[in-house]
């Protein structure tokens, strides 16, 4: 296995073929036009992708994040053969999507999260019918996608509504079933969980990882909400300014960006700082004190240390934000 360059890992398939989805030196440049004067205008060019390699093997889900205009969407659309690389090699399943689009739709399923793949006019089933008619599938095959996507997703009260007098989050689960009417063997979703309340996104995770442990379906997972890649990905890229900053485990994610879980301890009365190696104390109020320590190290030695040193009545761990910890991240790039 090779290393990114800062410390993580790049994970999934080698060039033993495992590969599922291959991307090697791709590239994606635009030229834009912008006023150089009254009445003249200069050519100006915008590397979007610049130079991204990786690997997703067959049933792996993975999480691809950045901030806005780093180039995830761009690499999604390359993906899937809306945009032409303008350089590189990229394949998904062995085929070069943007020479051969249609073949490859039948084999993947896409939800932009600010965009619909349903009819804005009709109601959501006769949206999943044209669907069901277009990828030409099996009708009892369509019968049980649906019913499950319909039942998972929360979907039988919408059926009949049409779909621009849906919310954004209903909307949302529409777009999800839609992409997985025929059985597609790689998923690509961009913020499949915007707009959604707390519980609807619970049901969306949980829809996600039963449809990757039961039919090893592949996903590649961009989105603002970290929870979402918490939750489901055990893998992580981030991208900056259309290159590859990070490609690896979230744990390995903390430790380049010196991330710190927080021990939250309540003692039985107010003491002065707790003084225990490897932790220190960042905020106290009466008897609860908060300690962070590094999050790639094991909070069961302070643990121990505390309890058989202080009058504990509880206690709790604290993850780190990977929000913050991505933001350091960029930080320490941009002042290098």
């Known amino acids: 296995m090779s290393t990114d360059g800062t410390g993580g890992t790049a994970s999934g398939g080698g060039t033993d073929g495992t590969a599922f989805i291959e991307l090697d030196g791709v590239e994606k440049v635009f030229d834009v036009r912008r006023k150089a004067g009254l009445l003249r205008r200069e050519k100006h060019q915008v590397r979007a992708v610049d130079g991204i390699s990786f690997r997703v093997p067959r049933g792996e889900m993975v999480g691809y994040i950045g901030p806005n205009g780093a180039g995830k969407s761009t690499t999604i659309k390359m993906l899937t053969g809306i945009l032409t690389p303008s350089g590189g090699r990229l394949r998904v399943a062995g085929i070069d999507p943007s020479r051969e689009r249609t073949r490859l739709a039948h084999r993947i399923g896409v939800v932009f999260g600010q965009r619909t793949t349903l009819w804005w006019d009709l109601p959501l089933i006769d949206s999943y019918r044209l669907m069901h008619r277009m990828y030409r599938v099996p009708d009892a ?60 996104k619970a049901k969306v995770r949980e829809f996600l990882r039963d449809l990757n442990a039961e039919r090893g379906t592949t996903v590649l997972l961009t989105t603002h909400d ?32 010196e991330s710190e879980r927080t021990l939250v301890v309540d003692l039985e009365r107010e003491l002065p700082p707790i003084e225990v190696p490897g932790a220190r104390v960042v905020r106290t109020e009466g008897p609860r004190q908060w300690l962070a ?44």
């Open 141 to 200: 095959r369509y019968r049980v996608n649906l019913e499950r996507c319909v039942e998972l997703l929360d979907l039988a009260e919408l059926l009949d509504v049409p779909v621009r007098q849906l919310s954004l989050g209903q909307r949302m689960r529409g777009d999800i079933a839609a992409a997985l009417l025929h059985d597609p063997e790689v998923l690509y979703l961009d913020e499949p969980t915007i707009g959604l309340d707390v519980i609807s």
């Open 226 to 257: 970290l929870t979402d890649i918490e939750q489901l990905c055990k893998r992580v890229m981030v991208i900056d300014h259309g290159r590859l900053l990070y490609d690896g485990g979230l744990a390995g994610l903390h430790e380049v960006g």
């Open 293 to 336: 320590f590094p999050a790639a190290e094991s909070a069961a030695p302070l643990l121990a240390r505390i309890a058989a040193e202080y009058p504990l009545v509880d206690l709790s761990v604290r993850e780190p934000d990977i929000e913050a910890v991505i933001a350091k991240m960029y930080a320490d790039r941009s002042a290098v």
